[in-house]
């Protein structure tokens, strides 16, 4: 199954997350299983993360092959994976903040 049809699925399964809660399983699990996954099976180390809210991150892993997964963890340890693909290209971001 290529990265595209597996985010398709998890894409529709977030969708439906707050609907099916029961669904979640699949693409949901402990953030250091995931992160050991993708490490282990893509190659991927974190690129960049930002707080969605308080209880939750937004984290971006990227390998150098350009494979790359988008993750929502928690504050209890919990993620799970919003989008997968391919061909990740990464310029230099500068946030912009005021004063800065």
Known sequence: MTRFVVAAILATAAITLGAAPASAAAQCAARADIIK???DKFHETEA???LINPNVVLEIFVSDQGSWTVL???TK????VL???E???SP???AAMPGA
């Not at 340890?77 to 799970?80: F, I, L, T, Y």
């Open 48 to 50: 960049g993360r930002g």
């Open 92 to 94: 230099t971001i500068r």
């Open 72 to 74: 929502a963890s928690d």
């Open 83 to 85: 989008s997968v693909g």
């Open 37 to 39: 996954a993708l490490g």
């Open 77 to 80: 340890g919990q993620s799970c």
């Open 87 to 89: 061909g990740w290209d």
